[in-house]
DNA sequence: ATTGAAACTTGATCGTT
DNA sequence: AACGATCAAGTTTCAAT
C-alpha cells in the first residue's frame, strides 16, 4: 500500500490550517511551494478523499488519527479550576475537545491519536496534572456521526434555528 | 439587543452547508441572492463573529445553539446495533456526534440545542428507540475547546502525524 | 441594505521539464 | 509529479437606489 500523504501535503495542510485560508496564493506564501503545485496537491486529497469538501472537513482516518478517546475526568474542585484545569486538558497533544459539565462528571474530553504509544502518553499527561482526581476512558470503536463547523446546519429545520433565535417571518 | 442573523443571512449559511462551497457564484444560483449581495452578508457574518474564519467556523451560541447535551446511551445487543441503533440517534435533529464504543457504555451522543424544549424532545426521541435500554445526560456549562475540520492540524507535532502515518523524512 | 455592472484578483489549465 | 506562463472565472468594489 502506497501512502496517501507525503511531508509536502502535511505542509500543505498545516498552512490551510495556521492562515485559516485555502487560498493557493497565500498557501503559497506561507510555504514557497508554487501556486500550480499547491493547486495540484489540494486537488489530488480531494480525489483521494483526505479532503471532503470546499469546505475542508478532513478525513482524520486519512491523516492517520485511527484512534478516538474518549475520557470522563474529575477534579478538585477550586476557584476558576473549570478554567484552569480545562485548559491544561485542552493543551494535551491530540485532545480536540473539551466540556465542562457540572454534577457526577467534571469534564468530558474527546481525543484523536495516531497510535497506542499516544494513548499512554494521554492517560500519564492526566495524571501529571495535579488537580485531577480520577479520570475513565473509553475508545470509540467506530464514529457514527460527526457534523463539524458549517456543516453542523445540516442538523437542523431551518425552523428551529429561527424559534431559537426567536426570529419571525 | 438587535438580531444578529436574518433569515435571509440563513438562506446563504444553509446553502452554503447543502453545497459545500462558499462559492458567490454558487450560492448566487441555490438561492437567488444577487452575487454581491452574497458577498456583503457574508462579509457581515464575519465582522460580527458568526463566521470565524475562511474556512467557514460557525460560531454556536451565533446561530443560536446556546446548549450542549452530552449523553450516554445503553442499548440491547442485537447484530449491528452499533449501525442500526447509531443511525437512529445519528437522525434526532440537533445531534452532532454519535460514537459507539463497547465496555459498560454503548453510545456517546453529543447534541446542540437551542432550548430547553428541544432538550426535552432530545430525551423523548431516545425513548422512542425500541433497542435503547437507558440513558444519562449532562449538560455542557461551559465548552473549553473544539477543534474541528482542518483546525484539528493545530492539535498536533507535524512530527506527531509523520510518525503516525510512518513517514519518514 | 441592495443591486447590476465594472474592475480586478485568483484559481484552473496547459505545455515543458 | 513539478512548475511558469496564460486565460477563464470568480471575487470584490463601486455608484445608485
Sequence with gaps: MTQLLDERDFEILFAIAECETA????????????KSTVHYRIQSMRENGVIKNDLFELDREGIGLKITVISEVWAEFEEGYHETVGRKLSDIEGVNQVYFTMGDTDFIVISRLTSRDMVERLVSEYESIDEIRRTSSKF??????????????????????????????
Design 23 to 34: 487560498s493557493n496564493e497565500e498557501v503559497h506564501e506561507a510555504t514557497g511551494i508554487p
Design 140 to 169: 470509540a470503536i467506530s464514529v457514527i456521526k460527526e457534523n463539524v463547523d458549517i456543516g453542523i446546519l445540516r442538523d437542523y429545520d431551518e425552523e428551529t434555528l429561527h424559534s431559537g433565535l426567536g426570529l419571525t417571518e
